[in-house]
């Protein structure tokens, strides 16, 4: 949900895109996060990577790839659409549902790690959390993230976090992948100097 | 989606296609150990009946639960619409009780139409008179997507009172929407006049047309609606246009047997094909809490702006 709210409001408005990651700086912070990740999780044992749609699905599967080659390790990857448990439902017009495909295993005793690729508002994460939970009782939750950007309204932090990113809240940032967009790239776009170009809403949040 | 669900021949394809889309999100969720979402927490759901329905009411009703919207049955035995209230009243005062939305079922044709133009809140139409019934129709879609894998280039066949049937017709439009070719089997008696102008086939022959069909829906005769003799007897209609053990058999094997209930067992359609593997009847009920939370999330989840 995070990289929808992100990018979409990036096509809608004028303003100056700037690229701040290219695809050969997400390939060399995925596989650190990767790495990261082994570490902090002694090997991975327990692991269980759920993508937040829509990019954070493509990497999750990223980072399982990683570990892959380094390590051997297979972890179970899957995705969690939080869209049903948002406090933010009624700010807009209806959200379309992702898919939510939890692993064979099931969350119970794991540690589930969240992927999304923009931690902004935290609202996202923690609508994640409330979703988890209709699924079983992990042992542990952590979240990884492309990109921070600040701005946090809840008491929520990344565990692994690929690049913080500090931002105004009148810009938006827009995730690439190749597996969604064709192309892999992290952009900021700031509005135009035009008093048009009004601070982004609460329903800009992600 | 509009604010409504009144038809299916207003629905669009975009928006048929989102309802069955979410609904099979939501038929995920009963796959989750808590099958409660918080999504309509707050939001007041009216199902207003003035026809008797066990199955419908309690599908909306468990459908509205479970997305935590509080749910206020409303039925026309027992309340002030027995006393001589007219709907437009008990509009207003479902009105001012603020229902977020209204599923209403009624024996006149067009009823929630009526309704949706006096209440703020969405009306969904839960079958009226002899015009539509567009949750049964979106659940079967829904079905035999879940079992065939699509509904475009479908040939499904609808047999019987199709005269009285609302859900006939909802699917006769919804189907065409969604690409499938139909068939309507029925006697003479049991067509409507306007049926040449439905995007259908029209036959009276069942044993000719079931080995080319993917989907047989069987329809109720419904005697309740019935003012005169619409065929000679029940023995002489169950024998041309029942569902009995020879003819499923001549249906290709992959094809489905449905019927939205209450079936009646002897008379269009036969014990054993009711219990057999084909058979989805069953499945769609349970499909129609999913369409049903799709269906409520699609109208009330949001704003209330369309987007």
């Known amino acids: 949900m995070a990289s929808a709210a992100a990018s979409d409001p990036v096509s809608r408005r004028p303003g100056i895109a700037r690229t701040v990651l290219s695809a050969d700086d997400i390939t060399r912070i995925v596989s650190r996060m990767a790495h990261q990740i082994l570490e902090k999780t002694s090997g991975g044992a327990g692991v269980v990577l759920l993508g937040v749609p829509t990019r954070g699905v493509p990497l999750a599967h990223r980072l399982a790839q990683r570990v892959q080659a380094v390590e051997g390790v297979d972890l179970p990857v899957g995705s969690l659409d939080p869209t049903m448990y948002r406090d933010d439902l009624r700010l807009r017009g209806v959200r379309p549902l992702e898919v939510t495909e939890i692993p064979d295993g099931g969350v119970d005793g794991r540690v589930v790690i969240l992927v999304d690729d923009v931690l902004y508002s935290g609202r996202t994460v923690r609508a994640a959390l409330d979703a988890l939970a209709a699924y079983g009782r992990p042992r542990t939750v952590q979240l990884a993230v492309l990109v921070d950007r600040g701005h946090r309204e809840l008491p929520i932090r990344a565990d692994y976090v690929g690049k913080n990113m500090p931002t105004s809240r009148r810009e938006s940032v827009a995730v690439r992948l190749r597996e969604i967009d064709g192309a892999d790239g992290v952009l900021i776009v700031s509005p135009e100097a035009s008093p048009t170009g009004a601070a982004a809403g609460p329903g800009d949040r992600s | ?307």
């Open chain 2, 1 to 307: 989606m509009k604010r409504h669900l009144l038809s299916t021949e207003d629905l669009g394809r975009d928006d048929a296609l989102l309802v069955l889309d979410t609904a099979e999100r939501m038929a995920r969720v009963a796959e989750a150990s808590v099958r409660k979402l918080p999504t309509l927490r707050g939001r007041t759901v009216v199902n207003l009946f003035f026809e008797d329905s066990t199955r419908t009411r309690t599908s909306f009703e468990v459908a509205a639960k479970r997305l935590s919207a509080d749910v206020i049955n409303f039925s026309a035995r027992g309340s002030s619409v027995s006393k001589g209230e007219s709907l437009k009243d008990t509009a207003q005062t479902l009105e001012a009780m603020g229902a977020d939305a209204v599923v209403c079922r009624h024996s006149a044709s067009g009823a929630p139409h009526r309704l949706a133009t006096w209440v703020r809140g969405s009306v969904v139409n839960a079958g009226d008179g002899t015009h539509e019934h567009p949750t049964q129709a979106l659940l079967d879609a829904f079905t035999m997507r879940r079992r065939l894998g699509r509904v475009d280039g479908l040939a499904v066949t609808i047999v019987g009172d199709v005269l009285h049937s609302r859900v006939a017709r909802s699917n006769v439009w919804l189907l065409a929407t969604l690409g499938a070719s139909v068939t309507v089997v029925a006697p003479p008696t049991l067509l409507p006049i306007g049926v040449s102008s439905w995007p259908v086939e029209v036959s009276y022959d069942l044993d000719a047309v079931l080995p080319k069909t993917d989907v047989v829906m069987m329809l109720r005769v419904q005697r309740e609606r019935m003012s005169a003799a619409f065929f000679p007897t029940e023995r002489e209609y169950s024998r041309r246009y029942g569902l009995d053990v020879d003819r499923a058999a001549t249906l290709p094997e992959h094809a489905l047997v449905m019927h939205p209930g209450p079936m009646v067992r002897g008379m269009e359609i036969a014990s054993r094909v009711a219990d057999s593997d084909r058979s989805t009847v069953v499945e769609q009920v349970a499909n129609g809490v999913s369409v049903r939370m799709a269906v409520l999330y699609l109208l009330l989840g949001g704003s209330g702006e369309v987007s």
